[in-house]
């Protein structure tokens, strides 16, 4: 199970995801040790900063995201663009651009760093 420490460092990672990246619920699940909903909800309800660049691993806005002001994530396409994430016609970030399990951990450890 997920501990609030946990939770701050999921925060801290997609708050610092490298311009022009993305990276998946399933990753960050992965990387605490939970389950890839529980990190769905958690971006729902977490206020997280940059949630939006947090995709379903075929890189797509998930069909439950929402913002927590209530709106869908219909502009979340033109936000990742504006960060330099290749996104298709058909909403699809660009898979080169994703950050792995393996890159979070790295990005985890240059925070724990700094």
Do not use: C, H, N
């Amino acid at each position: 199970m997920a501990t609030e420490q946990d939770w701050e460092l999921v925060r801290r990672v997609v708050a610092a995801l490298p311009e022009g990246t993305w990276t998946s619920y399933g990753d960050l699940a992965e990387l605490i040790g939970t389950g890839p909903r529980q990190v769905g909800a958690y971006m729902r309800d977490g206020d997280v900063p940059r949630a939006y660049r947090v995709l379903t691993a075929s890189g797509k806005v998930s069909e439950g995201f929402r913002w927590s002001d209530g709106r869908t994530g219909v502009d979340v396409p033109d936000l990742l663009r504006e960060d330099g994430v290749s996104v298709s016609r058909g909403g699809v970030a660009a898979r080169d651009q994703r950050m792995y399990v393996y890159d979070l951990r790295l990005l985890a450890m240059e925070l724990a760093e700094g």
